[in-house]
């Protein structure tokens, strides 16, 4: 039991990138264990949460899934203010979603808030057919002092690694008070915060 007390705190991710590179795969293998065997693209932004525990802390995460296409980018962008953590995801088999992920990295930037990054190549259980290697993702991401990691969506290889090194780079080095008072779901009147979001966007509720 931890003696840190009202440690009960929210994180808000996003997962961006270009369609069809396994955002959505990624996060419902994340938060129900299921992986779905046919493509749906996202419309807009939707958004799931998952409870973790993370050395002593309570941590409700609100993963939210964005749209890859272009039409979308405004609404994409308009995100990131509120926003912890952001997760660039390209398909290691498609040499141009590595391409565009750099143009997402580069909005980012103009609108950075305070965000941790990680890069993901999603797609390792398709390593015949590469086209991007490990090699030239971790040189892209240590020129934006980012982490990188590859996944496969279908198998969860590196799936939960990928969130929890996320909730790392954000918690560490602070102290429980910064965390409480930037993070925490209770404020000091015993207020419960309400999360922040659009009341349009569809709500994917966990199993």
């Known amino acids: ?3 840190k007390p009202n440690n009960q705190i929210r994180l808000k991710f996003l997962i961006i990138g270009d369609s069809a590179v396994g955002k959505t795969s990624m996060l419902l ?3 129900d264990n299921f992986f779905p065997e046919s493509h749906l693209a ?3 932004v939707e958004f799931k949460t998952k409870e973790i525990e993370y050395n002593g802390y309570k941590v409700e995460l609100q993963v939210w899934d964005t749209a890859g296409q272009e039409r979308f980018k405004s609404i994409t962008k308009s995100f990131f203010r509120n926003t912890n953590g952001i997760i660039f995801v390209y398909d290691i088999t498609q040499k141009s979603t590595f391409k565009n992920v750099k143009d997402w990295i580069k909005d980012s930037e103009v609108n950075d808030f305070g965000f941790k990054r990680i890069l993901v190549g999603n797609k390792i259980d398709l390593q015949n057919k590469r086209q991007v290697q490990l090699e030239d993702a971790k040189e892209m991401a240590d020129k934006k002092n980012m982490e990188v990691m590859e996944t ?3 198998t969860g290889a590196n799936v939960n690694k990928v969130f929890m090194k996320l909730v790392e780079l954000i918690l ?3 102290s429980n008070e910064e965390i409480m008072n930037q993070f925490g779901l209770i404020d000091k009147k015993g207020t419960e915060k309400l999360s922040t979001g659009n009341k349009n966007i569809k709500r994917k509720k966990c199993c």
């Open 42 to 44: 996202t419309i807009g």
């Open 172 to 174: 560490e080095n602070k």
């Open 1 to 3: 039991m931890s003696n």
């Open 152 to 154: 496969s969506a279908k």
């Open 29 to 31: 293998k994340y938060t």
